[in-house]
């Protein structure tokens, strides 16, 4: 499943949620390019036969038990992985941006595509998750 998956998500960005609240919602779409990103909501009921988005999330993503929600940017040789909370709390949408600016470098997780399948890259310690914003502040 992993060809079909990345032959149809590669380039794009899914948030991983269990429900998003309907304000952050609307205030990320209204970022610029915050309508862009997918949105696959745990809660949804399983399709039959299982899509290549649902097999690579109940697969590859949702055991590296990191706190929801999860943003990943799917690149054609890997996918990349930061949850969204700071302090406990979701980051302001508007955040997202820079969050994915850094992605490259700064992951909780990487899964890299090799011969065997997936590898798994750890990045950042679940509870580290700052981020630059463009004139050298930080979080």
Do not use: Y
Request: with cysteine; proline share 8%.
């Amino acid at each position: 499943m992993l060809e079909p998956f990345f032959d149809r998500f590669s380039g794009r960005t899914v948030i991983v949620h269990c429900g998003l609240d309907v304000r952050w919602l609307t205030e990320l779409l209204a970022t610029g390019g915050g309508g862009r990103h997918l949105r696959f909501d745990l809660r949804q009921a399983q399709s039959r036969p299982v899509s290549p988005l649902e097999h690579v999330i109940q697969r590859l993503i949702l055991p590296l038990a990191l706190p929801l929600p999860l943003i990943l940017r799917i690149d054609p040789d890997a996918i990349l992985v930061r949850h969204l909370l700071r302090s406990g709390m979701i980051c302001d949408p508007s955040e997202t941006a820079w969050i994915l600016d850094e992605i490259g470098t700064r992951f909780h997780a990487a899964l890299r595509r090799d011969a065997n399948g997936m590898r798994l890259e750890r990045g950042l310690p679940p509870e580290e998750n700052s981020f630059s914003l463009p004139a050298g502040w930080t979080t």
